[in-house]
T-cell receptor, first 114, second 114 residues
Framework: DAGITQSPRHKVTETGTPVTLRCHQTENHRYMYWYRQDPGHGLRLIHYSYGVKDTDKGEVSDGYSVSRSKTEDFLLTLESATSSQTSVYFC?????????????FGPGTRLTVL | AQSVTQPDIHITVSEGASLELRCNYSYGATPYLFWYVQSPGQGLQLLLKYFSGDTLVQGIKGFEAEFKRSQSSFNLRKPSVHWSDAAEYFCAVGVIQGAQKLVFGQGTRLTINP
């Protein structure tokens, strides 16, 4: 286990409502990532963080925001959920050392937007 | 742009048979390559990774992969599969842009016949 938890594990919500997903790590790793997994697309990077209050966009960031106020927590927010955001969301952590890095993944959150 | 292609969406093999899962990547620089496995309802587990050096990489659960620069490939192999190997397998390339971002293939679902 890489010491990563995600909450909630499952959520059903309605279109237009705000949703926040939480990723918590106990490893004190600098880097944290949010990916979404959809059939036929593998995993795609939404946002990532390279330190407290330091975040940047990934490949599919539209409609998502993130925050990292402390090392151990990385929050993903859907300000106004849409059905296209129904997906499985994975958090990952890593500690980039030089140019080599390995990401370890959490258990995922299954989000359904009706 | 970086990309990863896994040509086989679904593969079925008999228990005890050999396995090869294909992965082709497109990346202009030296690639960092990964194979992850995902069991149903679970997160992703790292099988093996290639950063540099020996092009034949050994991983967990008896898997190995060979990096072939001339073919832009990083195929995963196992000499004899077990029923517990049934899962989805993802190949990924690591792109260093500030952090190391993973670009995933679409995944290959492996079914094992008894």
């Amino acid at each position: 286990d890489a010491g990563i938890t995600q909450s909630p594990r499952h959520k059903v919500t309605e279109t237009g409502t705000p949703v926040t997903l939480r990723c918590h790590q106990t490893e004190n790793h600098r880097y944290m990532y949010w990916y979404r997994q959809d059939p036929g697309h593998g995993l795609r990077l939404i946002h990532y963080s390279y330190g407290v209050k330091d975040t940047d966009k990934g490949e599919v960031s539209d409609g998502y925001s993130v925050s990292r106020s402390k090392t151990e927590d990385f929050l993903l927010t859907l300000e106004s959920a849409t059905s296209s955001q129904t997906s499985v969301y994975f958090c990952a952590i890593s500690s980039l050392t030089g140019n080599t890095d390995t990401q370890y993944f959490g258990p995922g959150t299954r989000l359904t937007v009706l | 742009a970086q990309s990863v292609t896994q040509p086989d969406i679904h593969i079925t093999v008999s228990e005890g048979a050999s396995l090869e899962l294909r992965c082709n990547y497109s990346y202009g620089a030296t690639p960092y390559l990964f194979w992850y496995v995902q069991s149903p309802g679970q997160g992703l587990q790292l099988l093996l990774k290639y950063f540099s050096g020996d092009t034949l990489v050994q991983g967990i659960k008896g898997f190995e992969a060979e990096f072939k620069r001339s073919q832009s490939s990083f195929n995963l192999r196992k000499p004899s599969v077990h029923w517990s190997d049934a899962a989805e397998y993802f190949c990924a390339v690591g792109v260093i842009q500030g952090a190391q971002k993973l670009v995933f293939g679409q995944g290959t679902r492996l079914t094992i016949n008894p």
